[in-house]
């Protein structure tokens, strides 16, 4: 079963507008974290932003803050003040922890990722 | 400066020459993994090792080796290349297995089996 599901193929926002891009997750773990990271056309990957599965506040890192809703499972990231420069590939992830009951290795569960191009 | 480096950065082989990928933390971190980047599909994990001489399979295993003998390193062995294995492929570490532990990654090595 998909585990983390980011639908929107591409996005587009005019520079200095915010842009919220979408993911959803699933887990019965109740202790998990969920990471946003950018990927620019030069292919590395960028830490964004994190949410601990019981962080009782959204997580804010400058411009980028996460708008969590643990009952419905989604962890949207949000773009304040877009820049030329947000114009990248931008993936969700879920972190589990090590378990030896269930065997979950403490990957990280990517999403396909979202294209975002971000329009002068 | 605290990172993950992987050499080679770019890489262009033969099907059936055995090469090496390595993989250096200077973070002193527990928990290293492998995984490849397809279009479409996302990031897969290959391997993960969680300390010295604890090393396990994810997701997409077949035709991978991986050792940790030391703490720093965890290279990635393809004793065989086959075309499909050509992808983009990352190293992560982090300070351990916890699920709020952020994974740093290195810079990424594309692999291009011909």
């Known amino acids: 079963a998909q585990k983390i599901t980011q639908t929107q193929p591409g996005m587009f926002v005019q520079e200095k507008e915010a842009v919220t891009l979408d993911c959803t997750y699933d887990?019965?773990?109740?202790?998990?974290?969920l990471f946003w990271y950018k990927q620019p056309s030069s292919g590395e990957m960028i830490f964004l932003i994190y949410q601990g599965s019981y962080d009782q506040q959204n997580a804010t890192e400058g411009r980028y803050s996460l708008n969590f809703q643990k009952a419905r499972k989604s962890a949207n990231l949000v773009i304040s003040a877009s820049q030329l420069g947000d114009s990248a590939m931008y993936f969700c992830?879920?972190?589990?922890?090590?378990?030896?009951?269930?065997?979950?290795?403490?990957?990280?569960?990517f999403g396909k990722g979202i294209t975002l191009s971000v329009r002068p | 400066e605290a990172q993950v480096t992987q050499n080679p950065r770019y890489l262009i082989t033969v099907t059936g020459k055995k090469l090496t990928v390595t993989c250096s933390q200077n973070m002193n971190h527990e928990y290293m993994s492998w995984y490849r980047q397809d279009p479409g599909l996302g990031l897969r994990q290959i391997y993960y090792s969680m300390n010295v001489e604890v090393t396990d399979k994810g997701d997409v295993p077949e035709g991978y080796k991986v050792s940790r003998k030391e703490k720093r390193n965890f290279p990635l062995i393809l004793e065989s290349p086959s075309p499909n294995q050509t992808s983009l492929y990352f190293c992560?570490?982090?300070?351990?297995?916890?699920?709020?532990?952020?994974?740093?990654f290195g810079p990424g090595t594309r692999l291009t089996v011909l």
């Open positions: 992560a570490s982090s300070y351990s297995g916890a699920s709020y532990n952020e994974q740093f």
């Open positions: 992830a879920m972190r589990e922890p090590h378990t030896v009951v269930t065997g979950a290795n403490s990957k990280l569960t």
């Open positions: 887990t019965s773990d109740p202790s998990y974290g």
